[in-house]
């Protein structure tokens, strides 16, 4: 199970199947986003789902500046064309992590961060930093890396990473 909502899968269609223009792609997939992901926000907080706070704050610290950076500026130096690759891209590397991550046969996993430090926040702020970057060109992208950081480097259980990164997401679209 992945944090991964309807927008991951409207960009690639949209874009690369029906020819539809990447910003207009991207824009539908933060709109259908904000729904689906703000619903199972509220169905996180209300159900008490186990989530990594400091993975969210911190997240959040970073992906919120990034997506403002990134609709203002970053946006504009890539044609329609280079959004495409990028996100392949993107969800390539999103599948390699998940593929090493699933190689590892009892691993061991943590339901949150442990022994918090300064670099960790510093590793979360600049993660959601970039997701936030990639999420305002490609409509997804901060879930993308925080779900990859807080597994892969943090050793976070999915079960807990998962819907952290949902509510990344929720408050990210919203």
């Known amino acids: 199970m992945t944090s991964e909502g309807g927008g991951a899968v409207a960009f690639p269609v949209m874009t690369l199947l ?3 223009d990447p910003i207009t792609a991207r824009d539908f997939s933060l709109m259908i986003q904000t729904f689906g992901m703000g619903c199972a926000l509220f169905v996180v907080l209300f159900m008490r789902v186990k989530i990594e706070e ?3 704050l911190f997240g959040c610290f970073g992906s919120i500046p990034g997506m403002c950076l990134g609709f ?3 946006d504009d130096m890539f044609d329609a064309a280079q959004k495409k690759m990028l996100f392949v891209s993107i969800w390539s590397s999103f599948a390699i992590a998940l593929f090493l991550l699933n190689s590892q046969k009892k691993r061991l996993t943590y339901a949150s961060i442990p022994d918090f430090k300064l670099w960790k926040a510093a590793v979360l702020v600049s993660t959601g ?3 936030g970057i990639f ?6 992208g901060a879930d993308i890396c925080v779900f990859s950081i807080s597994t892969l480097l943090f050793r976070i259980s999915e079960k807990t990473a998962t819907p952290t990164t949902v509510v ?4 990210q679209c919203c």
């Open 18 to 20: 029906l020819h539809i």
């Open 54 to 56: 400091r993975g969210l």
């Open 72 to 74: 203002a500026f970053v």
């Open 129 to 131: 930093f970039i997701g």
């Open 135 to 140: 999420t305002s060109f490609a409509g997804s």
């Open 168 to 171: 990344l997401m929720g408050n």
